[in-house]
């Protein structure tokens, strides 16, 4: 189709583009319309301009350069309006008309009868030259561009995948996604502009210096540089965080902290640390290692909640974070070591370089997936998971209420899921889908959401408010959800996310579970460990395979400890897993691998009536089959976990302060690793106890984290 004037730009909105320029109620309103041959007459003027003429005197005009956001409509509005993607959607369906005369007309012997466009097919925002940039934005937009890449941002460029999967460029602090290939007014950034912002400047650029990407190929990183900079080449010139005497400095002061914990415990005086953690936060603000300043607060928190005896501490938490924060520190020097190829991954990504601040959002339609709970002798608080749909980003919403403040309000403490955030009650975000125009989100993905009249909404979840999710979010197979785990890279070189420390007592990955025909293969209660376990497989298409008959690996294990602060999440989870809210249809919570199957710690569930947040529903005691869980560990699994309590104890009361029992015990266990098979980790507790007895202190922390993450990588592997 070769009319003049025709808005190709236009033609490549899909449904879901319109969805997220505008927002699915304008876009659902407006398809049923078109089904139902409502179309306002359409006027193309020579100049690209589209005008819609309403039956109901609604006139709506969009310009060329423009997007839904900017054309002009009639309307009472104050804003986005479904004129405006009834326009766009009109403008296709005449364009689909006219294409398919055309084709009607041409006979079957015209060779030279030209084919309607077809807006599909792979492409690249990096197709986009200068002048497309310079017709676009303003010189102020573009400035500001240059001056954000000074920076050397680290964006993550997904390529294209298809018509509803365009190119997207994850940065450190928002997303944007590419929807049109003629026109970059339609690319959406989920900042608070939305459109036409500096963001969308550098996601290009990102992608130019991505270079060539095959579709649907995996997420590269790249660290983005001005083109005013001679940066094509990312080579050479790029700095090295990790040299300096500030560097080096701070890598000293991380070391002495992390040896003063091992050595003294996480249980000495706070008085003690407080100063400390302090004087190494500042120095990692000022270096602007912010996922180092990022653990070293998780550090801090879990120590604070360790001596306050608050339901959010987990020890092993604290030894994996004590781990992480070495080895972040080793590979980033890793990094920029000289190397024949770029590096998979750059030092200034793993050390969080240009990621801190906040961002106000635009319009947001966050669905829950659930919340976690926590208490403590001081205060009590609340996490709520959230996903965004649109970008597939997970946030966390975190709020927190002293005692102390509770008192001075004269009273005592409401419930806990009864307290105000955002001026709704906290069990309504929980178990809801909110609507907002008043967030915002930092780099890790925690965000706030302020109260404001008429500003923010909540609808209560659906059985079907997890459906717009996807992979890697969503994993519709066991299958593909233990090879996803398997093969992610560790965390001490990914993006530090709240997701991942938000679960009390649960490290991992956060992800929803859904599949076809999800059952039940079994659900017991281990009194002893108060865990309530179970295992879901899918149901064989012929029936003839039992669920007992399937290996673990195909089955996704499901443990839930009982906690205090939410009594009635075992109960709701017995009850959902019974069926009483019919078929299951979906399960969200921390997955990790433990013995090569999947493992988690669940928040919520859909079933074929209603949405079940566990840590929101009230308490209904259950009857629950008795069983205990201890004899499924494989041996080197449950050796290799045995070892890491070994050193979550150490970790707590302090290697100064152990005893012969202790180091007897801690002998023993290096016999066991050896006869095992697993020598490295027997070398390296037995070169542990050495240095305790020797002067040789400072190795101690090198050699604590690597038998760490050795261990933590034996426990989640497949026995074999």
């Known amino acids: 189709m070769t009319s003049p004037g025709l808005?190709?730009?236009?033609?490549?909105?899909?449904?879901?583009?319109?969805?997220?320029?505008?927002?699915?109620?304008?876009?659902?309103?407006?398809?049923?319309?078109?089904?139902?041959?409502?179309?306002?007459?359409?006027?193309?003027?020579?100049?690209?301009?589209?005008?819609?003429?309403?039956?109901?005197?609604?006139?709506?005009?969009?310009?060329?350069?423009?997007?839904?956001?900017?054309?002009?409509?009639?309307?009472?509005?104050?804003?986005?309006?479904?004129?405006?993607?009834?326009?766009?959607?009109?403008?296709?369906?005449?364009?689909?008309?006219?294409?398919?005369?055309?084709?009607?007309?041409?006979?079957?012997?015209?060779?030279?009868?030209?084919?309607?466009?077809?807006?599909?097919?792979?492409?690249?925002?990096?197709?986009?030259?200068?002048?497309?940039?310079?017709?676009?934005?303003?010189?102020?937009?573009?400035?500001?561009?240059?001056?954000?890449?000074?920076?050397?941002?680290?964006?993550g460029v997904q390529a294209w995948r298809s018509a509803n999967a365009p190119p997207v460029a994850r940065l450190?602090?928002?997303?944007?996604?590419?929807?049109?290939?003629?026109?970059?007014?339609?690319?959406?950034?989920?900042?608070?502009?939305?459109?036409?912002?500096?963001?969308?400047?550098?996601?290009?650029?990102?992608?130019?210096?991505?270079?060539?990407?095959?579709?649907g190929s995996a997420e590269v990183m790249v660290e983005v540089q001005s083109p005013a900079s001679n940066g094509a080449d990312t080579g050479s010139s790029a700095p090295q965080p990790m040299q300096g005497a500030a560097a080096q400095t701070l890598r000293a002061q991380i070391d002495a902290l992390l040896l003063s914990l091992w050595l003294d415990g996480s249980s000495q005086p706070l008085m003690a640390l407080a100063a400390r953690f302090e004087a190494v936060r500042d120095q990692a603000r000022a270096l602007a290692w912010n996922w180092i300043d990022d653990a070293l607060d998780e550090l801090w928190q879990l120590v604070q909640a360790q001596q306050?005896?608050?339901?959010?501490?987990?020890?092993?938490?604290?030894?994996?974070?004590?781990?992480?924060?070495?080895?972040?520190?080793?590979?980033?020097?890793?990094?920029?070591?000289?190397?024949?190829?770029?590096?998979?991954?750059?030092?200034?990504?793993?050390?969080?370089?240009?990621?801190?601040?906040?961002?106000?959002?635009?319009?947001?339609?966050?669905?829950?997936?659930?919340?976690?709970?926590?208490?403590?002798?001081?205060?009590?608080?609340?996490?709520?998971?959230?996903?965004?749909?649109?970008?597939?980003?997970?946030?966390?919403?975190?709020?927190?209420?002293?005692?102390?403040?509770?008192?001075?309000?004269?009273?005592?403490?409401?419930?806990?899921?009864?307290?105000?955030?955002?001026?709704?009650?906290?069990?309504?975000?929980?178990?809801?889908?909110?609507?907002?125009?008043t967030a915002t989100r930092r780099a890790n993905g925690l965000v706030d959401i302020t109260a404001g009249a008429r500003q923010t909404g909540v609808l209560p979840l659906s059985p079907k408010s997890w459906d717009d999710l996807v992979a890697p979010l969503r994993q519709d197979s066991i299958a593909a959800l233990v090879a996803h785990l398997r093969d992610a890279p560790p965390d001490f070189v990914r993006p530090r996310q709240a997701a991942s420390g938000a679960s009390a007592g649960a490290s991992g990955q956060l992800h929803v579970v859904a599949f076809e025909r999800m059952e039940v293969a079994s659900c017991h209660w281990d009194a002893a460990a108060q865990v309530l376990h179970a295992r879901l497989g899918q149901a064989a298409a012929d029936e003839t395979q039992d669920a007992d008959e399937r290996g673990d690996t195909e089955l996704l294990h499901l443990a839930l400890p009982h906690r205090a602060v939410s009594p009635g999440a075992v109960d709701a989870l017995a009850r959902a897993l019974a069926g009483e809210w019919g078929a299951l249809r979906a399960v969200a919570g921390t997955v990790h691998l433990q013995g090569g199957r999947a493992v988690m710690q669940p928040l919520s569930l859909l079933t074929a009536q209603r949405a079940v947040v566990l840590q929101a529903e009230a308490v209904a005691p259950q009857p629950l089959a008795l069983q205990s869980d201890a004899e499924e560990t494989p041996a080197l699994n449950a050796l290799a976990a045995d070892t890491l309590e070994l050193l979550a104890l150490w970790l707590r009361q302090g290697l100064r302060h152990q005893g012969?029992?202790?180091?007897?015990?801690?002998?023993?266990?290096?016999?066991?690793?050896?006869?095992?098979?697993?020598?490295?980790?027997?070398?390296?507790?037995?070169?542990?106890?050495?240095?305790?007895?020797?002067?040789?202190?400072?190795?101690?922390?090198?050699?604590?984290?690597?038998?760490?993450?050795?261990?933590?990588?034996v426990a989640q592997s497949a026995a074999h």
């Not at 009472?76 to 326009?87: D, E, N, T």
């Not at 929807?179 to 970059?184: H, P």
């Not at 996903?387 to 409401?414: H, K, S, Y």
């Not at 266990?669 to 098979?677: D, E, F, I, P």
Request: glycine share 8%.
């Open 7 to 155: 808005r190709t730009d236009l033609l490549e909105l899909t449904p879901e583009a319109l969805t997220a320029l505008a927002n699915a109620g304008f876009v659902k309103r407006a398809q049923k319309d078109v089904a139902a041959g409502l179309l306002p007459r359409l006027e193309i003027g020579a100049d690209g301009v589209v005008q819609a003429h309403f039956d109901d005197g609604v006139r709506t005009s969009l310009p060329t350069g423009r997007t839904l956001r900017d054309a002009q409509c009639s309307c009472p509005a104050s804003g986005m309006c479904r004129h405006r993607v009834m326009l766009v959607l009109a403008y296709q369906a005449q364009a689909a008309s006219a294409a398919a005369t055309q084709q009607a007309e041409a006979t079957p012997t015209d060779d030279n009868a030209e084919a309607p466009a077809e807006p599909g097919g792979a492409w690249s925002p990096a197709e986009f030259d200068d002048a497309a940039l310079a017709a676009s934005f303003a010189p102020s937009v573009l400035e500001q561009a240059h001056k954000l890449a000074l920076a050397r941002p680290v964006v």
């Open 172 to 215: 450190p602090m928002c997303s944007v996604r590419f929807f049109s290939r003629s026109s970059l007014v339609h690319a959406r950034c989920d900042c608070k502009q939305g459109s036409g912002c500096a963001h969308v400047v550098i996601a290009l650029w990102a992608f130019r210096q991505a270079g060539a990407l095959q579709p």
């Open 660 to 713: 012969g029992g202790a180091l007897s015990r801690a002998e023993a266990q290096v016999l066991r690793l050896k006869q095992s098979g697993l020598g490295h980790g027997a070398s390296l507790l037995g070169a542990v106890l050495e240095n305790m007895r020797s002067a040789q202190r400072p190795a101690l922390v090198a050699q604590l984290a690597m038998l760490g993450l050795l261990m933590q990588g």
């Open 308 to 437: 306050a005896r608050s339901s959010r501490f987990e020890p092993l938490r604290l030894v994996r974070v004590l781990a992480e924060l070495w080895a972040r520190l080793q590979a980033a020097a890793h990094a920029e070591r000289p190397q024949q190829t770029r590096p998979a991954l750059l030092a200034s990504q793993i050390l969080g370089i240009g990621v801190k601040g906040e961002v106000a959002l635009d319009h947001l339609r966050l669905v829950s997936l659930g919340a976690e709970l926590w208490s403590d002798e001081t205060g009590e608080g609340a996490s709520i998971l959230f996903a965004d749909p649109d970008t597939q980003n997970v946030t966390v919403l975190e709020r927190q209420w002293t005692r102390a403040a509770d008192i001075a309000a004269g009273g005592t403490a409401p419930n806990l899921l009864g307290r105000r955030v955002a001026g709704f009650p906290l069990r309504q975000l929980a178990s809801g889908q909110v609507i907002t125009k």
